[in-house]
């Protein structure tokens, strides 16, 4: 039961090895870096440490909850905001019109920075999850919109042509050759969006909620002062974000790859 | 000559549905004009076409590139609207693409993120067909064209040449009447050309659909239809309606014989002088001092010795912009 006899599996190894190496390799040098500069552990932490307050953090029962809360919100803000976006992006790749009245607003809404809506947002919206739904849909928002829009104005108009000779409604275009067709683009933007869904999920955390991993990272600077689990959250944090990152590469694989 | 072995794609089961369901179709006084984009200048493309096609009958049009064949043909199919005139199909007129019409392009022009077999029933899907009835007529169209064990490719792993069997296949979804192709084999190479030719042949004699085709390809449009209607450059109007009586079925030994060849001439004849390449070399010819040529003389490829190859094919198959 050799790798070598289970092409597959070789595979996977050939995969995983240089992932598995690269992160050796950054744990040795995060702890040469404690080790030569003699920075103190609530400066820069080492790896054993908060790896320790990592563990002590799920098994003591402090870190569930956190990262309950900023799933949902991450999850719930991407998919409002993916939806929202592919319907907005469809509408404006269709209608000229559309596009005219509501790019302005779009883009304002995209080029101011996100952090600086989200007080005001809590404001409106209090501090419980739909102010952090409405950032994150936010700022999954423009990108999903964009990519929709663009791939779907770019589909083959010899494609289009031969749907209108099978006298296709315009709502079967939309579903059956267009939305398909703009397929891998739209999916790369949810790649991306999801990544920026963690990031909304964050700010809508800081500012204003009771639980999240955003809040635990406050928590740990400042009322706990236990930095270890600080870097124990932006640990969590990147994990959660690279697992989404992830699965939706696997979605996006599995939907597209085919072609 | 030797015999053609018949391809087995086209014995893969029995028809479909029995021949003899073609339209008969009229276009009357078809004028189309293109008006150019933001102000620019208006191109007349069609011109007093006026043509009736008997049903069942195979019909080539032939013309010089960017003459308006394909706008002819999209025209037919109501993707497009004449401006003078009207287009009917069995005394019905056709204002917007019409059911009873199968169009294939150029390109197959497929959903790549569809099997062959999606994509064969896409139209059905379209026209909100039943499942089990999408199923039922895919698998006798795939078939059909041969490609039963090639029904859950992607058009990706396919062939140029399968790939169009595919969308030939998919314009049969419908059972249509009128079969409509836009230089459906110009893409292929000139062997399998041959015998996509002959396949289409028996695909008719099978389905019993009138088909309209354009093509560039003078022996084919002869080898294939019934007639072959030869148009002029822009703006297009039918300068030749030539008969050909070529017995059916046609085999590919047929392309061979002295009747193509003097028929192909005759298409030939009508086309010659239509083409930039003749209207060249007609001016070439008046700067050539008098005397030299025998201008009044009517200039046919039929009268040079037999055996004599072209010096030029301008309708060799090229892509049309």
Known sequence: MTAARHPRRRRLLGTLAPVVASLAAFVVAWQLVVFVSGFPPYILPGPMSVAEAFVRAWTDGTMWPHVAATLVEVLLGFALGASVAIVAGIALARSPLAERLLSPYLVAAQATPVLALAPLIALWFGTGLPSKLVITTLIVFFPVAVATMVGIRSVDPRLLEMARSFRASSWQTVLRVEVPAAGPVILGAMRVGVTLAVIGAIVGEWAGADRGLGVLINEARGSLFDIPLMFAALLQLAIIGVVLYLVMLFIERRIVGAR | ?321
């Open chain 2, 1 to 321: 000559m030797h015999p053609v072995p018949e391809p087995e794609a086209m014995m893969a089961t029995p028809s479909a549905r029995g021949p003899g369901t073609g339209a008969g179709i009229r276009l009357s006084g078809i004028g189309l004009t293109f008006h150019g984009a933001h102000g620019g200048p208006a191109t007349r493309v069609l011109e007093r076409i006026d043509l009736e096609i008997g049903p069942r009958e195979v019909v080539a049009l032939i013309g010089p590139n960017g003459c308006g064949k394909s706008t002819l043909l999209r025209v037919l199919a109501g993707l497009l609207a004449a401006d003078a005139g009207t287009v009917s199909i069995d005394g019905r007129t056709v204002t917007e693409p019409d059911p009873r019409v199968g169009l294939v392009f150029q390109e197959p022009r497929l959903l790549a993120w569809r099997s062959a077999e999606e994509n064969v029933r896409f139209p059905m899907e379209l026209a909100g067909w039943s499942r089990a009835r999408q199923a039922a007529r895919a698998a006798d169209l795939l078939g059909l064209v041969g490609l039963r064990e090639y029904a859950h490719s992607r058009p990706g792993t396919l062939s140029g040449g399968t790939r169009q069997r595919v969308s030939i296949a998919r314009a049969l979804a419908l059972e249509p009447s009128l079969l409509l192709l836009d230089e459906p084999f110009s893409a292929l190479d000139a062997l399998t050309r041959e015998r996509f030719n002959l396949e289409l042949l028996r695909l008719w004699e099978r389905t019993g659909t009138t088909i309209v085709l354009v093509t560039h390809s003078i022996p084919e449009a002869v080898f294939l239809a019934d007639r072959v209607v030869v148009l002029s450059p822009r703006p297009a109007h039918i300068l030749a309606d030539v008969r050909v009586g070529l017995p059916r079925p046609r085999r590919l030994s047929d392309l061979d014989s002295a009747f193509v060849s003097s028929l192909a001439a005759d298409v030939r004849a009508h086309l010659v002088d239509t083409t930039d390449d003749a209207i060249a070399m007609e001016e070439a010819r008046v700067a050539i001092p008098a005397g030299l040529t025998p201008r009044d003389r009517p200039r046919r490829y039929a009268e040079t010795d037999p055996g004599t190859p072209a010096l030029f094919d301008p309708f060799a198959p090229e892509d049309e912009p």
